[in-house]
């Protein structure tokens, strides 16, 4: 299994959610290229069963997520969510506590709908 071993930045405050997903009410946006909300950090929770984060830019290294393994998703880097079985997730959104220069624009970031 590849997991990630990473922590949301220090100072980082919970500014939403979406709903709990599952494998038939995920979010198409989830699953298709984006970002995080604009100045937010995410956080992607699983909370039963398993999926897999992909970094667009690393596609050939898919990272595992169960509800021992959660995944923080760093802003301005494109991703997406893969459904490899029965799931029910969640993704936090967290406040950072620096401002971040070079924001693109024009990114999709689905995740803006839920804070």
């Known amino acids: 299994m590849n997991f990630q071993n990473a922590q949301l930045p220090p100072g980082a405050e919970r500014a939403g959610a979406t709903p709990t997903m599952n494998e038939n009410t ?11 909300p604009k100045g937010k950090c995410g956080l992607l929770v699983v909370e039963e069963g398993a999926c897999q984060f992909v970094w667009e830019d690393d596609q050939a290294h898919p990272i595992d997520c169960d509800p021992e393994h959660p995944v923080v ?6 991703h997406h969510v893969v459904i490899t079985g029965p799931v029910k997730l969640r993704v936090e959104f967290y406040t950072l506590p620096v401002s971040l220069q070079g924001l693109d624009s024009k990114a999709p970031r689905p995740g803006e709908d839920f804070i």
């Open 26 to 36: 995920i979010a198409p946006g989830i699953l298709a290229k984006h970002m995080a």
């Open 73 to 78: 998703i760093f802003p301005e880097r494109y």
